[in-house]
């Protein structure tokens, strides 16, 4: 490259970042679509506020007839049903970003549903089973354990014995440059 080519590349980029930093995602908004004040630790959930978006989770998810854990965990993308659920919930919370509300929603409901902690015996047995039926589907393996996908993942790979760890061998390497 040249150095036009480069100045150019550079041009672009800079260019293409603030038109990117300009357009706000609708998650990145609060429920009436004003941007949110960065308060960072100094913006903690309360007690109270938890109570109240757990419940409200829950008058809403029956009120539209669907499970909370569906809401939480049942879509890996965050279309506009989502958006408009989500979006429902942080009315309440006019100082917080509909991604804000959705997050501590969901830890909140791994914290109610899901199994959390150290995998038993039965667990590994379970898992084990799960993977060797289903392969990778973390996701599905992950709601037939009730625990998080990367909490199976993760397991799996502590557990398994063909899986490899530390450097990559010789013949590995080889391997992957084919």
């Keep these: 490259l040249n150095d036009n080519n480069r100045s150019f590349s550079l041009s672009f980029f800079v260019l293409h ?12 908004l609060n429920a009436f679509g004003d941007e949110c004040a960065k308060l960072g630790n100094q913006n903690r959930w309360s007690a109270e506020n938890e109570k109240k978006l757990r419940d409200n989770a829950v008058e809403l998810c029956a009120a539209r007839d669907i499970s909370i854990e569906l809401l ?26 509909i991604r804000a509300v959705y997050r501590k929603g969901v830890r909140i409901v791994q914290k109610s549903c899901l199994k959390m902690g150290r995998f038993t015996e039965e667990d ?55």
């Design 17 to 28: 970042k603030q038109k990117m930093s300009e357009e706000i995602h609708p998650w990145d």
């Design 72 to 97: 939480c965990f049942g879509s890996s993308n965050k279309g506009k049903k989502h958006l408009c659920i989500w979006r429902k919930l942080a009315e309440d919370f006019p100082n917080r970003t």
């Design 124 to 178: 590994d047995i379970k898992l084990l089973e799960l993977v060797s039926s289903y392969g990778s589907r973390w996701m599905f393996i992950a709601r037939m354990m009730n625990r998080v996908n990367n909490q199976c993942n993760s397991r799996y790979k502590q557990i398994d014995s063909s899986y490899s760890r530390g450097k990559w061998t010789r013949e590995e390497t080889e391997l992957l440059k084919q």
